[in-house]
C-alpha cells in the first residue's frame, strides 16, 4: 500500500473532500494530523500523508509491507525507540514469525526504512492486534491508522469474526477510531523479590506430584486450552513447547486423570497460565517460581479474575500498570475472566 497525499498552504490534496485537517502542532518539524477517519478507503486508494504549511511542503510517505526476517533488526530499534526501552522485542517479533508471519506489517517511510510495527494473530473464534509501535519522530501521522487499517483488512478478509487488543491509555482513542469498545480491564503484575513472598512459594512448592510429564502437546491440551480461551491456538502453544518442554507445566485432576490447568514459564513472562480452581493456579503458579527467570516475571490477567489477583498478591507480584481490553466484533464466550490466570502475552490474549 503506497500512499501519497500532500497540504499545501492548509488545503489538502489527494484525499477524498471529507478529509480534513484535524489539529496542527508546530514544532521544529511542524506537521499536519490528517483526519483519515472519514475515510479511510479513499484516504488509502489516492494517497497517503504528506504535508505543506506556508511555502514549505514536506513528503511524509509511508508504505506498508509484509513483515519478515529481514526486517527484525529495523523493527527491533523502531519498537524499543516507540516504548521508550531498552528491551529488545526479538523475541515477540520471533514469535509472531511462527506464528502468524503474514500477519505482521511494517511501515516505512519515504526511504523504504522501518519506522512502525503492528501484528496481527487470526486464532480462528478470535483474534489479536498487538506490538503496535510508530517511531517517535513519526508519531501523529497518521501511520498507525495506516497499520490499523492494513491489520483490519488482514483480518476482515479472513472473516474474524471478534478481534481483541489490549490497549495503553493514550493509544485507545486510535482503537476507538478503529470501532474497538471497551470490554474489560488487562492488569500487568510484576513479581517483586521479597523475603515474605519466597517463603510462601518455598511451603508449597514441594507439592509437585501433580505434575505431568508429556512427550508433545496433545490434542487433550489443545481442546482443554480452546474451551477456556475461547478459540484453538495451536500453533502457539508448539511455539511455545519447542522454546522449552521442561518450562510447559501441566496438571491433572488426581480422580479423573483429566488435565485441569497448565502454565508455561517464559523468560520473563508467566503465562498462558490456566486454571479450572484456584487450587491447581496456586500449585502450577508456585512451581513455576522455582524456575530461574531473566527478571522478575510479570502476569497479565483480567482485572475482574478476582482468585488470580488474590493469588498473585500473595506470591509477591504487584499491580504495575493497566490496560483497556478492547473488542471489535461480535462478543464471545470465553473463561477470561474465571479460568485464564495469565495471558500469553499483550499482544497475544
Ligand atoms: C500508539 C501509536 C502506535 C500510534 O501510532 P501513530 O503513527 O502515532 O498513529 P497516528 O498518527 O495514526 O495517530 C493515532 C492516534 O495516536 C495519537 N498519538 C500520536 N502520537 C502519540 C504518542 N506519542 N503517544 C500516544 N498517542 C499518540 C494521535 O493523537 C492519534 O489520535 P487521534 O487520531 O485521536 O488524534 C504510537 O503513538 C506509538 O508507538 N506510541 C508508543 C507505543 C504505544 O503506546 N503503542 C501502543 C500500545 S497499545
Not at 489490549?166 to 503484575?189: I, K, M, N
Request: with cysteine; aromatic share 12%.
Amino acid at each position: 500500500m503506497r500512499c501519497t497525499t500532500y497540504i499545501q498552504f492548509g488545503k489538502l490534496y489527494g484525499v477524498s473532500p471529507q478529509s480534513k485537517i484535524e489539529r496542527v502542532k508546530s514544532s521544529q518539524n511542524f506537521y499536519a494530523h490528517i483526519n483519515i477517519r472519514q475515510n479511510l478507503k479513499n484516504f488509502q486508494k489516492d494517497g497517503g500523508c504528506c504535508c505543506t504549511f506556508g511555502d514549505k511542503r514536506t513528503f511524509l510517505d509511508f508504505a506498508i509491507d509484509s513483515f519478515s526476517e529481514k526486517d527484525l533488526a529495523a523493527t527491533d530499534i523502531v519498537l524499543m525507540r516507540a516504548y521508550n526501552t531498552q528491551h529488545s522485542f526479538t523475541r515477540q517479533l520471533r514469535r509472531y514469525l511462527e506464528v502468524q508471519p503474514d500477519g505482521c506489517f511494517v511501515g516505512r517511510d519515504v526511504n523504504g526504512k522501518a519506522v512502525g510495527f503492528g501484528a496481527s494473530v487470526d486464532f480462528g473464534n478470535l483474534s489479536y492486534i498487538g506490538l503496535m509501535g510508530t517511531d517517535p519522530n513519526f508519531q501523529g501521522l497518521g501511520l498507525g491508522h495506516l497499520m490499523m487499517a492494513r491489520m483490519l483488512d488482514f483480518l476482515d478478509g479472513r472473516r474474524c469474526p471478534t478481534i481483541f487488543l489490549d490497549a495503553r491509555p493514550a493509544a485507545a482513542s486510535l482503537y476507538e477510531q478503529c470501532g474497538f469498545v471497551d470490554e474489560d480491564v488487562t492488569t500487568v503484575f510484576k513479581k517483586q523479590s521479597s523475603p515474605i513472598a519466597n517463603t510462601k512459594q518455598n511451603d508449597c512448592s514441594k507439592d509437585i506430584d501433580f505434575l505431568i510429564k508429556e512427550e508433545r502437546i496433545t490434542p487433550e491440551l489443545d481442546s482443554f486450552d480452546s474451551a477456556i480461551f475461547g478459540a484453538q491456538r495451536k500453533s502457539l502453544l508448539r511455539s511455545f513447547w519447542n522454546d522449552n518442554p521442561a518450562r510447559f507445566l501441566m496438571s491433572r485432576d488426581s480422580l479423573s486423570g483429566q488435565i485441569d490447568g497448565y502454565l508455561v514459564a517464559q523468560q520473563n513472562v508467566i503465562g498462558p497460565w490456566i486454571a479450572n480452581d484456584y487450587s491447581v493456579a496456586r500449585r502450577l503458579l508456585s512451581r513455576s517460581l522455582e524456575f530461574p527467570f531473566e527478571e522478575e516475571p510479570f502476569v497479565y490477567t483480567s482485572e475482574a479474575n478476582m482468585q488470580a489477583t488474590k493469588l498473585l498478591n500473595e506470591f509477591g507480584f504487584t499491580p504495575q500498570r493497566s490496560l483497556r481490553h478492547m473488542r471489535r466484533g461480535s462478543k464471545i464466550h470465553r473463561e477470561r475472566m474465571t479460568k485464564i490466570y495469565g495471558q500469553a502475552s499483550l499482544g497475544l490474549g
